[in-house]
């Protein structure tokens, strides 16, 4: 069954330094998402693309947070510097498009020090 | 704009017993409705959907009913079992299927 895949599973870093996510959506899958969720909390929006092009990035902290895909298909995300407030699960998820339904990978929980 | 409100937890129940999560949503349009379960350090997993006003949704004994006229979307499990300890998530997708919100999850606790 195919899968949304995510690395690294589990981060820790200190804060002002950099970290960056990858993900791997279902094969076909046109949209991407990324999903920001603190505990206890559930998943906030960063960014979503359909194919290359982000069509919402509304909630995305744009002076420290960045993502790309750049050929339609993986993507990454990159935080610099990370601040203690960044601690989070981050979620990525992919949907075909128009589908109404989207699968999730299994995270990376991020902790930032 | 779309939302999604589902009662607090957390909830606790004894093996067994009869589950219901409240998920109540504002919505233009025709939206899908979805429950997704998420078990502890791991991604969320889709349970149950319905896509049209009075569609069930089920799913592992699990069950949700489109109910426009109320805007609900209950979950509710007959007998729950200690593996069914999770937190749910009550979501919706606007009518185009492209974009989704989530509510903030309902913890629950099943004990033997």
């Known amino acids: 069954e195919a899968e949304v895949a995510q690395s690294p599973r589990y981060k820790i870093t200190e804060k002002s330094q950099a970290v960056a996510f990858w993900c791997d959506p279902i094969?076909?899958?046109?949209?991407l998402y990324w999903y920001r969720q603190i505990l206890g909390q559930g998943p906030e929006l960063l960014v979503q693309?359909?194919?290359?092009?982000?069509?919402?990035d509304s909630q995305l902290p744009k002076d420290r947070f960045s993502a790309e895909r750049l050929k339609g298909v993986d993507s990454t995300l990159k935080i610099q510097p990370a601040e203690l407030g960044d601690s989070a699960m981050y979620l990525c998820?992919?949907?075909?498009?128009?589908?109404?339904?989207?699968?999730f990978g299994p995270g990376t929980r991020l902790t930032v020090t | 704009g779309n939302s999604v409100t589902q009662m607090e937890g957390p909830v606790t129940l004894s093996e067994e017993a009869f589950l219901t999560i409240n998920c109540t949503y504002t919505?233009?349009?025709?939206?899908?409705l979805f429950w997704y379960v998420q078990y502890p350090g791991e991604g969320l997993q889709l349970l149950l959907k319905?896509?049209?006003?009075?569609d069930k949704g089920s799913n592992k004994g699990f069950e949700a009913t489109y109910r426009k006229e109320t805007t609900s979307f209950h979950l509710e499990k007959g007998s729950v079992q200690v593996s069914d300890s999770a937190v749910y998530f009550c979501?919706?997708?606007?009518?185009?299927?492209?974009?989704?919100?989530f509510g903030t999850g309902t913890s629950l606790t099943v004990i033997p």
């Open positions: 094969s076909g899958h046109a949209t």
């Open positions: 919505a233009t349009g025709y939206p899908s």
């Open positions: 693309f359909q194919d290359e092009s982000v069509v919402d």
């Open positions: 998820a992919s949907s075909p498009e128009g589908a109404g339904l989207v699968f």
């Open positions: 319905a896509t049209k006003a009075d």
């Open positions: 979501a919706l997708s606007d009518q185009d299927g492209n974009q989704f919100y």
